[in-house]
C-alpha cells in the first residue's frame, strides 16, 4: 500500500475543517430558523387507548424538535391549571381549554425556558421542546376506566401522560435520549413531583433524568394559626373524585391517608429520581387559596392576598397570618430528609409560578446577597403605607446604628415580600420623593432596618 502525500494530509485536513465549520453554520442556521412556537400534535389512537380529556377529546402536546447536540435532550414540560374535585367542577371545566381539546390552541407561544434563542436560554435553547396539554384536572395522575354515563366525564390524566411519552419515543427519537428534563408549574409541578420516579422508569436507558417542580409544593399547614386547614379538605375531595389512591406513592400511602399523600411534603422524601424544587415561602396562590383566617366575620382577605399591590390592604391580623405562613412552609421544607439528589431554590417574592414569566426566567440565574442598582421593580415604589412613613423616617435619619424602634406593624408591610433589593429600593424611592434625609440614605441604615424587622419576624 503506497504512502499518504503531503498534500493528501493537507487535502485531509482542509476537508475536516470545512466539515466542522459546515456542522457549525447548520446548527445556528437551525437555531435562527428554529420555530417560536410549538405545533400541536394530537395522540395517535387516543380515543381507542383511553388518552382522553375530561369531555373525551383526544389527549394531546405541542413539539418542537432539537437541533444541533441538544437532539438527544429533552424538556418534558407539564403546565398548570388547578384541579376539580366535583361532578359539577369538572363538567365546568370540561367546557374549557383545561378539560378539552375541541378548541385548542393550534400554535402555543414558547415561553423562554424553552425559547430557541441561546442568549435567552443558554441551556435548552436546542433541546426538544414538549408541552402536554393539561384537560384531565387531576395533575395527570387518574385513570377511571368507567366513564360516567350521565355526565360522560372521563378521567384519564395519568394515560394522556404515558401515551405521549411512549410515542414521542416511538415516532419523535425519545428513545434515544440522553438527558430527560421532566418540568412543570403549580398544578403541574405537583404533577412533575407525583409522576417524576415514574417519568424515569419510561426512560430506562437515559444518562441524566432530572426533575423540576416551579410553585408546585403545596403545604398542609396544618398548624397554621389562625387559618383553615381548606386544603387537606379540598385535596381529599380531588383524590376521592379521580380515584387516585392506587397511584399515590405507596410509601406513602401505607402509613398516612391517600389525601395527605397527595401533598408533596409527605413523598419527596421517597423519591429516587433527582429532584429539584422551586418555590417562594410566600406562595401567592396557597395563601390566597387555601390559607383563610378562621373568623367568619374576616372581611377583606380575599380581595387584599390576590396580588403583591393590594397586601398593604390588609388586616393586621392577617398580615400576621401571611407572615406565618412563610415560617410554616419553611418549617415543613427543614422536616424533609437530606437528600444529595434533591435540591431548591426558595425565593420569598409574593408570587406563584417562576418559569413561564419573561421577566423571572431572566433574572432567577442570577443570585446575589445585595441589592442590584438596577433594580426597578415599579411596584417597590408602593411599598411603604403613609402610616409608616414616619416610623421609618425618624429611624433612616439617626445617626445611631443600635436598637430599631419600628412598629411591627410596619416591618410586616415589607416582610411579606421578602425581597431586600424590594425594600430598599422601595425606601429609597419614597424618601427621595420626600425630600427626606437626603444626606442619610447609606445602604448601612437600610440593612440595618431591613436586619432588624427581618430577625423579629422569622425563624430562618
Not at 384519564?156 to 401515551?163: E, K, V
Not at 398580615?319 to 422536616?335: G, P, R, S, W
Amino acid at each position: 500500500m503506497g504512502s499518504i502525500s503531503h498534500n493528501q494530509v493537507t487535502v485531509s485536513i482542509c476537508f475536516k475543517i470545512i466539515l466542522d465549520v459546515l456542522v457549525f453554520i447548520v446548527s445556528q442556521v437551525d437555531g435562527q430558523n428554529a420555530p417560536h412556537q410549538l405545533n400541536i400534535t394530537f395522540i395517535a389512537d387516543a380515543i381507542t387507548k383511553g388518552a382522553v380529556c375530561l369531555d373525551g377529546t383526544p389527549g394531546g402536546y405541542y413539539f418542537s424538535k432539537g437541533f444541533g447536540d441538544g437532539i438527544n435532550s429533552w424538556m418534558i414540560y407539564l403546565p398548570g391549571g388547578a384541579w376539580c374535585a366535583t361532578n359539577e367542577g369538572c363538567l365546568n371545566r370540561s367546557s374549557t381549554d383545561f378539560g378539552s381539546n375541541k378548541n385548542p390552541h393550534v400554535h402555543l407561544p414558547l415561553g423562554n425556558f424553552q425559547s430557541p434563542n441561546k442568549t435567552i436560554n443558554p441551556d435548552f435553547y436546542n433541546w426538544n421542546i414538549v408541552e402536554i396539554r393539561y384537560c384531565d384536572g387531576a395533575s395527570f395522575m387518574a385513570d377511571v376506566e368507567a366513564v360516567n354515563l350521565e355526565t360522560n366525564l372521563h378521567l384519564r390524566g395519568r394515560r394522556i401522560f404515558t401515551s405521549a411519552i411512549e410515542e414521542l419515543m416511538s415516532t419523535q427519537g425519545m428513545s434515544n435520549a440522553e438527558n430527560a428534563l421532566l418540568i412543570g408549574n403549580s398544578a403541574g409541578g405537583l404533577a412533575t413531583i407525583l409522576n417524576c420516579d415514574r417519568f424515569h422508569s419510561l426512560l430506562p436507558d437515559a444518562c441524566r433524568v432530572k426533575c423540576i417542580s416551579d410553585s408546585g409544593f403545596f403545604i398542609r399547614a396544618e398548624h397554621l394559626r389562625g387559618a383553615q386547614d381548606s386544603a387537606t379538605d379540598y385535596f381529599r375531595k380531588v383524590v376521592l373524585f379521580h380515584e387516585l389512591a392506587q397511584f399515590l406513592p405507596e410509601s406513602c400511602t401505607q402509613r398516612l391517608a391517600p389525601e395527605l399523600c397527595f401533598f408533596p411534603e409527605n413523598v419527596v422524601n421517597d423519591i429516587r429520581t433527582p429532584l429539584f424544587l422551586l418555590n417562594s415561602d410566600f406562595d401567592q396562590y396557597q395563601i390566597w387559596k387555601y390559607v383563610a383566617p378562621n373568623s367568619p366575620n374576616e372581611v377583606g382577605w380575599n380581595n387584599c392576598t390576590t396580588e403583591f399591590s393590594k397586601l398593604s390592604s390588609c388586616t393586621e391580623n392577617q398580615q400576621h397570618i401571611i407572615m406565618d405562613f412563610q415560617t410554616t412552609f419553611l418549617e415543613t421544607l427543614e422536616k424533609l430528609d437530606d437528600n444529595p439528589s434533591r435540591g431548591l431554590f426558595i425565593t420569598s417574592c409574593y408570587t406563584h409560578d417562576f418559569i413561564y414569566k419573561p421577566s423571572n426566567w431572566q433574572r432567577i440565574p442570577t443570585l446575589q446577597n445585595k441589592a442590584r442598582s438596577d433594580y426597578q421593580d415599579p411596584e417597590c415604589y408602593k411599598l411603604l403605607p403613609p402610616d409608616c412613613l414616619d416610623a421609618f423616617y425618624h429611624e433612616m435619619c439617626k445617626n445611631a446604628s443600635d436598637a430599631v424602634a419600628i412598629p411591627d406593624k410596619c416591618c410586616g408591610y415589607f416582610i411579606i415580600t421578602l425581597s431586600y433589593d424590594c425594600f430598599f429600593y422601595g425606601l429609597v424611592k419614597q424618601f427621595e420623593s420626600m425630600h427626606l434625609c437626603d444626606d442619610k440614605l447609606g445602604s448601612g441604615r437600610g440593612i440595618i432596618i431591613w436586619d432588624k424587622c427581618y430577625s423579629g419576624y422569622t425563624k430562618l
